[in-house]
């Protein structure tokens, strides 16, 4: 009786980690967490494992307590993943986690406490920094309107970072030293109060990999919730690990030539996807025309440059 009134008991926050071989990054993302202060907060922590073949199931079997674990028979992508883990959290905030990120000792407490003295905030993310150095400047991000996505995919954005005019896809020109609300950030370091998230729907899985995070932020901002950047430097990113597709992981990550493309092609879908569903009916039919074009090229290119690497 004691054992089931513990596990209907509520939690403060849901950590869900989903993984794709990563294990070894994933033990060190768990070591980090292990030794974290977290008050009087109570936190429960989910790992996923999507299918992995690198020996992170036979990890993953070999912790003691503490840790609930889901096993997939099948790769069910970022946003599938998360929904298999979202229908047993049972924390008032969810915290979807990627496996190749360590956290600072207090970010859990400082971002929940955050989340509390803030009650209209549906969704929030941590200034991330890379392994690599500097800041991951997909934690800070405005939706890819279309002129949003031309001036960065022409390079408008670097050549003018702090512009109003060109740089709003990732709008820069704020100060990121402060809290402030943002359009989107991202689904590395990416909490959420339970109720906006049963307001709104869990993950969709349309996506396989790429573009859900910023549909869920979307979604939450759509329904009235606030979205905001939270200044802390909170985590620590090595960023692209499980799909391969980034040079800042590329010497840890353990992605093949068949899982790059696979993310590579999945990266160039999101787009369509989320353009044909948020913007296709507020812009002319040229507008859409240009847009899904240059998505197209751009992943040509991003699927042969995968194709004829080892």
């Not at 992508?77 to 990120?101: C, E, P, V």
């Not at 609300?181 to 709104?200: C, H």
Request: net charge positive; proline share 3%.
């Amino acid at each position: 009786m004691e054992r089931l009134a513990m596990q209907k008991e509520k939690v403060d926050l849901s950590v869900i980690i989903l993984t794709f071989n990563t294990r070894e990054l994933l033990a060190k993302c768990l070591e980090s967490i292990s030794a974290l202060d977290n008050g009087n907060f109570r936190i429960e922590v989910i790992v996923v494992d999507n299918a992995s073949s690198d020996g992170s199931r036979e990890y993953l079997k070999s912790l003691k307590g503490g840790l609930k674990v889901i096993f997939s028979d099948q790769n069910l992508g970022f946003a599938g993943g998360n929904n298999l883990a979202l229908r047993g959290a049972r924390g008032r905030y969810i915290l979807f986690l990627n496996s190749d990120t360590e956290l600072a000792p207090s970010a859990l407490n400082k971002i929940i406490a955050f989340m509390d003295q803030n009650p209209k905030v549906g969704a929030s993310t941590a200034k991330t920094i890379l392994f690599s150095g500097g800041m991951d400047p997909d934690c800070h991000r405005g939706f890819p309107t279309p002129w949003a996505s031309i001036c960065y995919f022409l390079g408008l954005e670097n050549l003018f970072p702090k512009s109003k005019i060109f740089g709003q896809y990732h709008k820069f020109y704020e100060n990121l030293d402060k809290v402030h609300e943002i359009d989107a950030g991202f689904g590395t370091f990416m909490i959420v109060r339970r109720k906006a998230l049963d307001e709104v729907g869990a993950w969709d899985e349309s996506y396989f990999f790429y573009g859900e995070d910023l549909d869920l932020f979307y979604r939450i901002k759509k329904s009235g919730w606030r979205v905001m950047f939270y200044p802390e430097p909170l985590v620590t990113h090595h960023k692209g690990a499980s799909s391969g597709l980034r040079k800042e992981s590329k010497e840890v990550t353990r992605a093949d030539r068949e899982t790059r493309l696979k993310t590579a092609k999945a990266s160039i879908r999101a787009m369509e996807i989320f353009y044909e569903k948020f913007y296709k009916d507020k812009y002319p039919p040229l507008t859409t025309w240009v847009v899904i074009l240059g998505i197209r090229i751009k992943g040509f290119f991003r699927i042969v440059n995968h194709y004829f690497k080892r």
